[in-house]
């Protein structure tokens, strides 16, 4: 891929209007307002193969705090009434940041909310010396590897170690390995400009 490829997600971060949501980083104040986006984001999941999801549990708190501390969570806040709408939570594995969770409210799907997430999180990465950001996601469902495919994440047909980790604690944990898969985002060689991420 492409420098130029590969910047397509970063490219992205300054087209958020500020009229729909801004992207700052999470306190733990935030922490039920984001589990409340994540059980409304649930709910898209119903009538798909993942339908297991809509009844599970949010985010443990624990998790955010861990993520919050290392300075790898982020909220996006609507313009219009300053609720939490949206957030991505990270930790780093090996060189590359990985995505544990991003979920929007479904009121503000495609609005640009998730791509601005995944913006700020790559320009923070990528500042923070990261090679590339990777998640573990659903193959087919349009909000999950398609989407991510379109900013520019790689299918990785054969993992790094970590991945491949990854992906074996989902098999463990009941999630079907056919529908399961790993992406990446090299950040590497990313054009100088291709670091802002204003909102």
Not at 130 to 147: E, S, V
Request: hydrophobic fraction near 50%.
């Amino acid at each position: 891929m492409s420098g130029g490829a590969r910047a397509v997600l970063l490219r992205k971060a300054p087209c958020l209007p500020g009229t729909v949501a801004t992207i700052r980083l999470a306190v733990p104040a935030d922490f039920p307002a984001i589990a409340e986006v994540e059980r409304a984001a649930s709910r898209l999941f119903a009538g798909t193969h993942m339908d297991w999801a809509v009844n599970a549990p949010p985010t443990d708190p624990s998790w955010l705090a861990a993520a919050w501390g290392r300075g790898w969570l982020w909220v996006a806040v609507a313009a219009a009434d300053g609720r939490v709408v949206g957030f991505l939570m990270a930790t780093p594995l090996a060189q590359d940041l990985f995505v544990q969770e991003l979920s929007v409210h479904p009121d503000l799907h495609r609005r640009g909310i998730g791509t601005a997430l995944l913006a700020q999180a790559a320009a923070a990465a990528r500042k923070a010396g990261c090679a590339g950001m990777a998640l573990t996601t659903d193959r087919t469902l349009p909000w999950n590897a398609p989407f991510y495919a379109r900013l520019g994440f790689v299918l990785q047909e054969r993992p790094a170690p970590a991945l491949r980790e990854r992906l074996a604690a989902e098999r463990r944990a009941g999630m079907d390995p056919r529908q399961r898969c790993a992406m990446r985002l090299d950040l590497r060689d990313v054009p100088p400009d291709g670091n802002r991420a204003s909102f």
